[in-house]
């Protein structure tokens, strides 16, 4: 395998605990944490990187089916924290979400898991 895609799965691989670390309290407790904005700032860097490499290193088209999967949960991520921190910026002593926005951020986490398996699962039926 080469050198830029293995670069690209060990960056998915820690966007995939940045963003856990971001999410999954959010999910839990259904409000904002401290930890919240860093982490998923720090893991959309380690995701657009990882992109790119794999792009770079792909022997296929970038507009595969793995590919696409892959730039929309990458937009959702981006969209969410957008949302996430207007929201915020509108409510600085509130931070429990309104439900639309803990679904929406549920999805998207969901929706970027099923992009990362689809990148296990071309490992894995090489
Ligand atoms: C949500 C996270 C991910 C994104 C945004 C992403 C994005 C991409 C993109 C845009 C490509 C180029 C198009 C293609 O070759 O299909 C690609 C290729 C690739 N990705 Fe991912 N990927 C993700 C997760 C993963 C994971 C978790 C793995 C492996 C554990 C992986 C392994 C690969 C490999 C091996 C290629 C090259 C395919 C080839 O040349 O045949 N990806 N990825």
């Not at 995939?16 to 959010?26: G, H, K, M, R």
């Not at 409000?31 to 657009?48: E, N, Q, R, S, W």
């Amino acid at each position: 395998m080469k050198t830029i895609i293995i670069v690209g799965i060990l960056l998915v691989n820690l966007a995939l605990i940045l963003y856990s670390i971001a999410i999954i309290p959010v999910i839990i407790k259904k409000t904002l944490l401290k930890f919240t904005f860093p982490a998923f700032f720090l893991g959309i860097v380690c995701d657009l990187s990882a992109t790119i490499c794999m792009v770079i290193g792909s022997t296929h088209t970038a507009l595969s089916r793995h590919g696409l999967i892959g730039y929309s949960a990458l937009a959702f991520m981006i969209l969410d924290v957008v949302l996430l921190f207007r929201f915020k910026a509108k409510n600085v002593e509130k931070t429990t979400l309104p439900p639309r926005m803990y679904d929406f951020t549920k999805m998207v986490y969901f929706w970027w898991l099923v992009a990362y398996a689809s990148g296990a699962f071309i490992i894995m039926f090489r």
